[in-house]
């Protein structure tokens, strides 16, 4: 790991780099990445990169009657992982001086995500051999396919951070990726089946059948759109499979209970509502980043705050925000460990790990059932949301046409629209099941993993884009 090349004594003058402010904080980060792009059947792009930098971070309290802001940020960073250059990114930052006495330290806390086949040992010809013979797999067993899109990734990143508060944390994070995409054509029709295999584990995660299989039901999903109807416009009953993943509850809600965009104004549903109503009794939204395995998951985050389940709402009552410390600060209290960052570069803002509704006692089949006339969506697209308003609009990837809780066909070219809030709060029927989605979530030009998670709900009126 990135610390075993420290000793002591480094590890004393790292340490006393972070005094000097109300809080300070030394962010340590060595990463390797790799990539395969495969697209008409041959090797379309090839890439890898190092990187290793260190980061320096002053929070000081401000007087409100002096300052706009309550907390003023100090921050710099520079390639290198040397003591000495994190000396003189703290001088640059508080002014020349000498370093004050080393802040004591509290055992070391290590996380590292549990691998059996580091990526990095398997041959680039092997993961090259994989996605060919997905790509033959599916043109040799299915017609009309026109392009078959396969994107492999991997990435490990070894961290270090000491903070004024005397955590020393210790992180090694690996992670796959396998990103699918097919596109069908017929009689000039296009259609498109999307999906994605990944999480926090080494190269076993795709050594198995799983590629393969996630790959033929994507084609199968493109295939089927061919023929399948569009879809009428209107207001309508939806329901919502587990196994579309949690986009819905990411993307129109979860960021409006990040507590930097509460405090801004820009989440006006949810600004000054705890302790308030904001859903029916059997919703309740836990942010969970200790969940093993779960490709948004941390031992601690980039903060040096220990992870934790985060419940934001209870049984339908708003009870919490996600913060990091500046937000934290804003407010008087402590952080519940949601400060995260792209990489040694980036501040740490308020982010989502791993989101989800939890499961509720409704059986997901008799969910199915009380469907009179509506939408059934199994498969999630992607979408647009605007964050300060709550609305959005969400492609539905997969979904079915059902009448007296029978599913009649497949429809295609069908959009999910409403406002984050106002969907929530309509929200009737939750299954006792669940099931994940995974991405790269983006807010403020940072990218950090995440999932999602939900349950088969029922949203008993719904605006459905389609054909009029």
């Excluded at 059996?116 to 396919?145: E, M």
């Excluded at 819905?248 to 600004?271: F, K, M, N, R, W």
Aim: proline letters at 6%; aromatic letters at 4%; hydrophobic letters at 40%.
């Amino acid at each position: 790991m990135l610390v075993d090349s420290l000793d002591a004594v480094s590890l004393d003058e790292l340490a006393r780099c972070v005094r000097g402010a109300d809080y300070g904080e030394v962010f340590l980060e060595q990463s390797e990445s790799a990539s395969v792009r495969f697209e008409d059947s041959r090797v379309e792009d090839l890439a890898a990169g190092t990187e290793r930098g260190t980061g320096l971070r002053f929070l000081r309290r401000q007087d409100r009657s002096v300052s706009k802001s309550p907390v003023e940020t100090l921050q710099g960073s520079a390639n290198s992982l040397s003591c000495g250059q994190a000396l003189r990114l703290r001088e640059a930052l508080l002014g020349p001086g000498p370093a004050p006495a080393p802040v004591p330290l509290e055992p070391a806390r290590i996380w590292r995500v549990p691998m059996r086949t580091d990526p990095r040992t398997v041959p680039l010809d092997d993961k090259i051999a994989l996605l060919k013979s997905v790509d033959q797999a599916v043109r040799s067993n299915f017609p009309h396919i026109r392009q078959v899109t396969l994107a492999y990734g991997e990435g490990r990143k070894e961290v270090l951070l000491i903070n004024s508060e005397g955590a020393y944390c210790r992180a090694s994070r690996a992670a796959v990726l396998l990103s699918i995409n097919i596109v069908a054509e017929k009689d000039g029709n296009l259609q498109t089946g999307q999906a994605v295999v990944g999480g926090l584990k080494g190269y076993e995660l795709l050594a198995d059948i799983r590629p393969l299989a996630a790959a033929k039901a994507a084609a199968a999903r493109a295939l089927a759109k061919l023929d399948a109807p569009k879809t009428h416009a209107g207001e309508m009953p939806v329901v919502i499979s587990a196994r579309a993943g949690g986009t819905l509850i990411h993307e129109a809600i979860g960021h409006s209970l990040e507590a930097d965009l509460v405090q801004e104004g820009t989440s006006p549903a949810y600004q000054g509502k705890i302790g308030s109503r904001v859903a029916p009794e059997n919703i309740t939204i836990i942010d969970d980043p200790t969940i093993p395995c779960c490709r948004g998951s941390f031992g601690f985050d980039d903060e040096g705050v220990p992870a934790q389940a985060t419940v934001l709402v209870r049984d339908g009552i708003l009870v919490d925000y996600l913060y990091d410390r500046v937000s934290a600060l804003k407010e008087g209290r402590p952080s519940n460990g949601h400060g995260r960052r792209e990489s040694f570069q980036c501040r740490p803002i308020p982010r989502m790990s791993n989101l989800y509704i939890a499961p509720g006692r409704d059986d997901p089949q008799e969910i199915l059932r009380s469907l009179k006339a509506g939408i059934f969506v199994t498969r999630m697209g992607g979408g647009q949301v605007n964050t300060a308003t709550g609305e959005f609009v969400f492609e539905v990837d997969e979904g079915y046409w059902v009448e007296d809780g029978v599913i009649r066909h497949l429809v295609r070219d069908a959009n999910l629209m409403g406002v984050g809030s106002e969907t929530l709060a309509a929200i009737d029927r939750v299954g006792w099941d669940i099931g994940w989605g995974i991405g790269t979530c983006g807010k403020d030009g940072q990218g950090v993993p995440v999932s999602d998670g939900m349950p088969t709900i029922r949203i008993p009126n719904m605006l459905i884009g389609g054909q009029n």
